[in-house]
């Protein structure tokens, strides 16, 4: 019997040392294309999505690591056609649920109701997904046809030098950076949150910086329009906002009024938006250096 116990014992001890990764199906149209398969046994999203958070917090009161990912429903049936593996098999859910675990976008689960994650998780795909087609665009950029200098790895450098003197000049507060690069293929968006207390370090989180710099360096190697976005909040100030333009290749400061006009008109329609209360809308600031030139060559 002692032996029985501490076989129990060491199992669940094992068992907590075993992450866990649950795909999740976000939206009633993914779930509705999951329907078609006779071993998805669910047949309202409502439903399903209350059963997903009691396992959820099931295997977090076992003391297991979970994370969530999101399950593509066009994604997984690719994933089984090229792999050969009959889709309508728990198997092949669960072996694409491995693979997007280690590949894809995943949030940890730390007990967030369904109603916090789902958006969590959208967010985090968007983002992923963003950083890889940026990825590829900068894949393509090849090299210069003037010095030959590798136009991505120059591009991803100048983007984290300009970040950093972005995010250097911005000062003290909590600071809100959205750079917005149109391409061919798709409109690339990354935002990126920073605070900084005095003159202290600024602190942000890597990966969205990783994913900020990408997609920058993305707009810089392709020389593609586009714009970024600095806003900055300090206890009792108003809100600053700055704004700058990419201009083949360069980050070039928008005047007081450009950033009004950028940021109290309607994107859709052309027509004026009311500014908002307790904001100052300001120019750009330089942050180009010496080491910076306009083009690498």
Known sequence: MARTRTTATT??????????????????????????????????HTTYLHQVEDLLQRLASQGAHT???????????????????D????????????????TG???????????LLVPLLIDKAVRHSTWEYATLLLAGAGACSVCGQDDAHAALDRATRLLHRLLQAAGSGTHHVVCSVPTQGEHLMAVLHAERTG?????????EGAEFTTVLAAGIACESPGGLVLRT???????????????????????AAE?????????????????EHNVEYLAGFDITGDDDPPTHH
């Open 11 to 44: 199992r669940r001890a094992l068992r907590r040392e075993v992450p866990c990764t649950v795909g999740l199906l976000a939206d009633e149209q993914d779930f509705t294309a999951m329907r078609r398969y006779r071993t998805f046994t669910f047949d309202d």
């Open 67 to 85: 994370s969530v990912a999101l399950f593509d429903p066009e994604d997984y049936a690719d994933y089984c056609a090229r792999g050969g593996l």
């Open 87 to 102: 889709p309508d098999d728990p198997a092949s859910r669960s072996r694409f649920t491995a693979e997007v675990a280690a």
């Open 105 to 115: 976008a995943r949030v940890t689960y730390s007990g967030q109701p369904m109603e």
């Open 199 to 207: 003159t202290g370090p600024t602190e942000l989180d890597p990966s």
């Open 233 to 255: 909040t300090t206890p009792g100030a108003p809100d600053r906002v700055h704004g700058w333009r990419l201009d083949r290749g360069r980050v070039l400061p928008l005047s």
């Open 259 to 275: 950033v009004f006009d950028a940021y109290c008109t309607d994107a859709d329609t052309g027509e004026p938006v009311a500014p």
